[in-house]
């Protein structure tokens, strides 16, 4: 990637994010090295090359950018609330859509062992999962809203989000 390149896409970053009003770090309490468009700058960078933390962070370093290490990476992609990506997402998708959709998928947890189900005396094993509804535009094939729900629920629960 280009230096030149990276920085266009940092500075957009900042414009994004006070369009948004979002504060300039996520977290209350600690040393404040690293605002949250250099934790963002990474997650794209690192999403956009399909790199690992490690990765991504090593090769931001060489190019001389300021980022946190891996772990903290690892740790703040999250505490990034649901909400500031939905904004970021509003921002970016522009303002009239034609053809849109919604869809939902379903993400497994992880079930209780056999034998503490066994235990418990319960029949079958806990069938609960984790319902993802997103609002896509077809036309320009962009992410409009997202939605993570830990019940079920129909999409038309989720529509007043997305309109």
Not at 60 to 78: D, N, T, W
């Amino acid at each position: 990637m280009n230096k030149k390149r990276e920085v266009k896409l940092l500075n957009k970053i900042n414009r994004l994010l006070k369009q948004i009003g979002c504060p300039r770090f996520l977290h209350h309490y600690g040393p404040k090295k690293y605002q949250l468009k250099h934790h963002l700058f990474a997650f794209i960078v690192m999403e956009v090359c399909k790199f690992s933390f490690r990765r991504a962070v090593y090769f931001l370093e060489l190019l001389g950018f300021k980022v946190p290490s891996y772990s903290a990476l690892c740790k703040s992609r999250k505490r990034i609330p649901l909400m500031l990506w939905n904004s970021v997402l509003k921002l970016t998708a522009g303002i009239k859509h034609n053809n849109v959709a919604v869809d939902s998928t379903g993400i497994s947890r992880n079930n209780p062992s056999y034998h503490y189900i066994h235990r418990i005396d319960r029949q079958e094993p806990v069938k609960r999962y984790i319902k993802l509804s997103s609002f896509f535009d077809i036309d320009k094939k962009k992410f409009l809203a997202l939605r993570i729900r830990a019940k079920p629920r129909h999409d038309i629960k989720d529509e007043e989000l997305f309109a």
